[in-house]
């Protein structure tokens, strides 16, 4: 019986709930649609909020040595390709705005745009994954990824304090790349949902509450960037 | 007229309730996403001067700006309700008092006589 009444696509009959509001997409609990998506929308706030703190501690990590030994970030930070970066940031960046174009077509009930840019945002999303596994693979046969016991070999001075820079650099990047996993397997649902025609201008608030997990995730992009991969002038890497 | 005709015209039309069905226009994220990219490219070419400790500040600056065009447009917070934008500037309220006071902590170690 529960299991009849919390189904969205399938008003119950019986529900008072159905009758009084004439939406199928009500659960019996909210007052009205309104209500029911500023729940949503407060409680995914309330969740990015606990992401904040999450990367914010290893912001603070990074802060705190950066300030401690600025010579061997700068010196490491030359080691990452910043085009790689920059490259990746335009790709999340435009990623960002298919996946707002795909809110926007979800608001307005137009089912093959939302596809469409959900689409979109899902492939530049593997495409900021396959500049990732590059960087990772080239890190990896320089001998610049001390994780997990690999050698860690290190020409210059302070190795203990590069290979620190290295180690925030992987932790960092790796866990933004996990919500990146999860934000494209999260669209790839949305793009099933919508095809079989789930949403319309009523009823949206998934690709709503999806959008702002992958602008957030994009956010932690805009400081990682800067952060790691342009220290102490990038030309003097060159 | 009953409750259900009265509900009808309310969930149609998304513009009934600004705040929470505010339907932001296209040209409005392709304006956001221009600055962004403007930004992000002052952002590279900053890096490109030795600015000594200004280029820390330079760049979490823009990066801050670009995140608040993000959460304010793409994120729809300028078009929601107060209640959310408590919520949102709560998480980067206790980022801040985080940050503030273990930076401020760190940096005037230093300044006691006891701890040089």
Excluded: C
Aim: aromatic residues 16%; glycine residues 8%.
């Amino acid at each position: 019986m529960d299991d009849a009444r919390t189904r969205m696509d399938e008003p119950n009959p019986l529900s008072a709930t159905v009758d009084r509001h004439g939406s199928p997409y009500l659960a019996h609990h909210f007052d009205d649609l309104e209500q029911q998506f500023e729940s949503a929308r407060l409680g995914t706030w309330a969740f990015l909020a606990t992401e904040v703190m999450f990367f914010g501690g290893m912001f603070l990590a990074y802060t705190v040595y950066r300030g401690a030994y600025p010579e061997a970030f700068a010196e490491a930070s030359h080691h990452l390709d910043w085009r790689l970066g920059a490259l990746n940031t335009i790709v999340l960046l435009t990623s960002s705005l298919t996946m707002a174009l795909a809110v926007w077509a979800g608001q307005t009930g137009r089912r093959r745009p939302l596809i469409i840019f959900l689409a979109i945002t899902m492939l530049l999303g593997l495409v900021f994954l396959g500049v990732k596994s590059v960087e990772y693979t080239e890190k990896y046969l320089e001998g610049h990824m001390p994780l997990l016991g690999l050698p860690f070999a290190w020409e210059g001075e302070h190795a203990g304090q590069a290979a620190l820079f290295f180690d925030l650099y992987f932790v960092m990047t790796g866990f933004h790349a996990l919500h990146m996993i999860i934000g494209i397997g999260i669209i790839a649902v949305l793009i099933g949902l919508a095809w079989r025609g789930r949403f319309n201008a009523h009823y949206f608030t998934p690709i709503e509450m999806t959008g702002l997990y992958w602008h957030f995730v994009d956010i932690v992009w805009v400081f990682l960037y800067p952060l790691l991969y342009l220290i102490g002038g990038i030309a003097l890497g060159e | 007229m009953g409750p259900y005709e009265q509900r009808i015209p309310r969930e149609q039309s998304s513009h009934h309730d600004p705040m929470v069905h505010h339907i932001i226009p296209v040209r409005t994220y392709l304006l956001v996403f221009g600055v962004l990219f403007v930004l992000f490219i002052l952002t590279v070419v900053v890096a490109f001067f030795d600015l000594g400790l200004l280029n820390f500040v330079v760049a979490i600056s823009i990066a801050a700006a670009k995140a608040v065009l993000i959460i304010l447009y793409f994120m729809h917070v300028r078009y929601s309700s107060r209640m959310t934008w408590v919520f949102a500037g709560a998480a980067f309220v206790w980022l801040a008092l985080m940050l503030g006071m273990t930076m401020a902590d760190y940096i005037s170690r230093s300044w006691l006589p006891i701890y040089r």
